[in-house]
């Protein structure tokens, strides 16, 4: 315990930038080696037309991908993170300004409807920072991260809610983030009120680890469903509510894409879909069956898009506890991962563009 507060204090003055910039964090794994303009997706044509329609994001400004050809959409502003309403008929997506962000809901093309949050102040330490929105199954909720309480330079987030048709002062919060870590981020609402989410905590080493926890109500002392050796995050629930895809990294500097089975509260032996490069923001077709992520490509180490057909997933009972849990909860049952029997082949889908890739695609 006195080893684990002296590293907590010594890592304090880093915190302010790692709880207002967690999301920021994949945007700076890219090879800086080349200096090479990314183009507009406006001005370029996918390798590869993808099913359905999908949003992603670019340096603030968001783009629709749809029949093989990117739309920009949207307003003038510093745009990321767009989700969509269980009905796929509007979508929430994060306005971020200098010294703090807000949720905005809008039309499909990009229009705003509403203003959802009133995150700015005309006192610094009054800013507050809201980002990873989701909208419950039943579309009556939005989750999201949201930095208060905040004491001075502590930023950390913790996963709030509040009625989608109602106000910022409804808000609840909903988790306790460990603090000085960054807090709790990409929630995942489920259905019955449960909530995933992804715990930042501080080993002996200073290092900060990732985990995916799921939470039964709010203040729920929450289950880990991952280890902290693992450090997986980004966590992406399949449309039928049966698959749980997150990326992985176990301390490297290089990631996993893995599946696993997701009984509703805990997950079942998990699948290595590819390995050895950075991966992120995975986000699932709309029937399930394929994954879609960003990776880097080229000498520049710009985000692409691709796209990942997956096997047949058979559906495991058993699992195996690798996961220290919090305290009072009860152990994961998250079983280690293990190679998929067959390696699918992932297809790159755009090219000469620059995605952001702590904005996961939202697609249906």
Known sequence: MIVRRIAAIL??????????????????????????????????????VLPGTMYVAQEGRLFKLSAGSFSEIGPPGDWSQPALTPDHSKMIAVSRSGFYSDLYLLDLDGHVIKRLTKDDSRIIDGNHWAFYPKVSP???????????????????????????????????RRTTPNDHTGGDVSPIPLAGGGLLFVRHSIEA?????????????????????????????????SPD??????????????????????????????KVLLDGRLFAGPAWSPDGKALAYFAPAGAAGHFQLWYLALP??????????????SVGATPTVRASASPAPTSPVPVQVTQGVDLSATSAPAWF
């Open 205 to 237: 080493s200073t290092a900060v680890t990732s985990q995916i926890y799921y939470q039964s109500r709010p203040f729920a002392i929450p289950k880990a469903l991952t280890s902290e050796a693992d450090d997986c995050s980004q966590p992406a629930l």
């Open 312 to 325: 047949a997933v058979a559906p495991s009972a058993s699992a195996s506890t690798s996961a220290t849990p």
């Open 241 to 270: 509510g049966t698959q749980l895809a997150m990326i992985c990294t176990g301390g490297k500097q290089t990631a996993k894409l893995e599946v696993a089975p997701f009984s509703g509260n805990a997950l079942g032996p998990a």
């Open 138 to 172: 039943d579309g009556a909720t939005l989750i999201y991260s949201f930095d208060s309480p905040k004491y001075g330079y502590q930023v950390d987030m913790a996963v709030w809610s509040m009625p989608l048709n109602g106000t910022q002062a409804q808000a609840r």
């Open 11 to 48: 890592f304090l003055p880093m915190m302010f930038a790692f709880g207002a910039g967690v999301y920021l964090y994949l945007g700076t794994m890219k090879s800086k080696v080349v200096k090479e303009r990314a183009q507009l997706p406006t001005v370029t044509k996918p390798r590869f």
